[in-house]
């Protein structure tokens, strides 16, 4: 209610400091002029009930884009293959897409500097590998459990 008498008492002002009426005595006019400088400096608090709605409405489309999260660019995703466990390969892959996370497969079966490299970042953990940013977060096994305790996402997409 009290809103709805602040909306009478603003478009009231600004009809009175719109108006032509009495602008005919010099004090008037002066008057109104510098009451309409001063609502223009202030941001026009006093304006019609049109102008008053149309910024309302502006403003809810603001507060619903405000309540989306913004996007996240991902961080790179490779899984390192070499070249013998097809099937843990494609349920790491259908794990990654299904929750919509790109990613790269990289085959290091001719590539003996690479395939060093992911065994000594990952020790202990079998091929395929995947790797976030750069980090091992493990084989299939450690990507399930990360993907179930909601930490997946966190390692891909960053902090929440």
Same mark, same amino acid.
Request: no cysteine; charged share 30%.
């Given at each position: 209610m009290s809103n709805e008498v602040t909306d009478?008492?603003?478009?009231l002002v600004f009809s009175a400091i719109s108006s032509q009426r009495g602008n005919q005595l010099k004090?008037?006019?002066? /008057?109104?002029?510098?009451?309409?400088t001063a609502n223009d /400096?202030?941001?026009r608090p006093f304006c019609s009930d049109a102008e008053l709605s149309e910024r309302r409405a502006v403003l809810?489309?603001?507060?619903? %884009?405000?309540?989306?999260?913004?996007?996240?660019? %991902?961080?790179p995703v490779i899984i390192y293959f070499d070249g013998k466990d097809h099937r843990t390969l494609k349920k790491m892959e259908d794990l990654l897409t299904g929750r919509a996370i790109a990613y790269r497969v990289l085959d290091v079966t001719d590539d003996e500097a690479?395939?060093?490299w992911v065994t000594t970042k990952a020790p202990g953990i079998e091929f395929p590998v995947c790797f976030v940013a750069g980090e091992s977060i493990g084989g299939l096994g450690q990507v399930l459990d /990360?993907?179930?305790?909601g930490e997946l996402a966190r390692h891909v997409f960053g902090a929440k």
């Open positions: 009478k008492v603003r478009s004090p008037v006019r002066i /008057l109104r002029e510098v009451a309409a /400096l202030f941001g809810s489309a603001d507060s619903a %884009a405000e309540t989306r999260p913004p996007a996240r660019e %991902a961080a690479t395939h060093s /990360l993907d179930v305790n």
